[in-house]
T-cell receptor, first 110, second 113 residues
Framework: SAVISQKPSRDICQRGTSLTIQCQVD?????MFWYRQQPGQSLTLIATANQGSEATYESGFVIDKFPISRPNLTFSTLTVSNMSPEDSSIYLC???????FGSGTRLTVV | GENVEQHPSTLSVQEGDSAVIKCTYSDSASNYFPWYKQELGKRPQLIIDIRSNVGEKKDQRIAVTLNKTAKHFSLHITETQPEDSAVYFC????????????FGTGTRLQVFP
């Protein structure tokens, strides 16, 4: 299975600002996935990132709020834009090749 | 789209007893079903998975069963130990590695010594 590095591991941000989360995979993967895990909840898929094409967003998530980049087969970023306290969550990336997860980014918006 | 239901939401067992967690899925095209264990403050870890061409899979004290006709699958943990205490998530996917995973709501398992 792929090994995934994710950063930052945590951040406290002011409302109205943006945070970009990076996800690096140790092998080439076709698909990368971004999830949100709100406190005490399950994992909700935000979007699927396929290299060379626009990300596919799930219902309730839009590109303006969560822009995603996928410049190559080992890297992706998720930006949480114009943050509000409701965006406080853990954000996780996952890759094909075994559906391994990154260590997560714990985001607190104040 | 796919929807995965998971029961129970909490489960308490005595050390040494068995634990069973059940999930149902809605999309008959789903054919890959992993289970994850998430300890407090940590990322989900894949513990076992099953594909639709297999009815049961075992790995030491853990087993997963799949009933494609009924569209449900279950996680069985035997001889539970306190270190099994965690939140367990089931998930479903149409195509392993290239398709999204849809997760169940999670089961908090507590194993009492």
């Amino acid at each position: 299975s792929a090994v995934i590095s994710q950063k930052p591991s945590r951040d406290i941000c002011q409302r109205g600002t943006s945070l970009t989360i990076q996800c690096q995979v140790d092998s080439q993967v076709t698909m990368m996935f971004w999830y949100r895990q709100q406190p005490g909840q399950s994992l909700t898929l935000i979007a699927t990132a396929n290299q060379g094409s626009e990300a596919t967003y799930e219902s309730g998530f839009v590109i303006d709020k969560f822009p995603i980049s996928r410049p190559n087969l080992t890297f992706s970023t998720l930006t949480v834009s114009n943050m509000s306290p409701e965006d406080s969550s853990i954000y996780l990336c996952s890759a094909g090749n075994g559906y391994t997860f990154g260590s997560g980014t714990r985001l607190t918006v104040v | 789209g796919e929807n995965v239901e998971q029961h129970p939401s909490t489960l308490s067992v005595q050390e040494g007893d068995s634990a069973v967690i059940k999930c149902t899925y809605s999309d008959s095209a789903s054919n890959y079903f992993p289970w994850y264990k998430q300890e407090l403050g940590k990322r989900p870890q894949l513990i076992i998975d099953i594909r639709s061409n297999v009815g049961e899979k075992k790995d030491q004290r853990i087993a997963v069963t799949l009933n494609k006709t009924a569209k449900h699958f279950s996680l069985h943990i035997t001889e539970t130990q306190p270190e099994d205490s965690a939140v367990y998530f089931c998930a479903a996917s149409i195509q392993r590695d290239t398709d999204k995973l849809i997760f169940g709501t999670g089961t908090r398992l507590q194993v009492f010594p």
